[in-house]
């Protein structure tokens, strides 16, 4: 199983950034996906999930209405669309998969969101 994030950067408050992430190794669209964030001295967290065809999507309160996520079976791939961000929101993002009983993560992707 691999995971790659990709599309972090720096951005304003107020701004948007478009997350992603490459799946490998396992049958892509036979698992739900999800996106965690870790902040510096906080524990990792979960931010939103998608089940495997997309259906069902569950979002952390604190970025309901700001973040989407989506999923392209066909390319592999799960996103997150992050609208309206907020200093709070600043945090190394992952992506995870639950397979065969484990759980795995990306490498992440920074997210800095600074004036």
């Known amino acids: 199983v691999q995971l790659v994030e990709s599309g972090g950067g720096l951005v304003q408050p107020g701004g948007s950034l478009r997350l992603s992430c490459a799946a490998s190794?396992?049958?892509?669209?036979?698992?739900?996906m999800s996106w965690y964030r870790q902040a510096p001295g906080k524990e990792r967290e979960l931010v939103a999930s998608i089940s495997s065809a997309g259906g069902s999507r569950n979002y952390a309160d604190s970025v309901k209405g700001r973040f989407t996520i989506s999923r392209d079976n066909a390319k592999n791939t799960v996103s997150l669309q992050m609208n309206s961000l907020k200093p709070e929101d600043m945090a190394v993002y992952y992506c995870a998969v639950d397979y065969r009983a484990r759980r795995y993560w990306g490498q992440g992707t920074q997210v800095t969101v600074s004036s």
């Open positions: 190794g396992f049958t892509f669209s036979g698992y739900a």
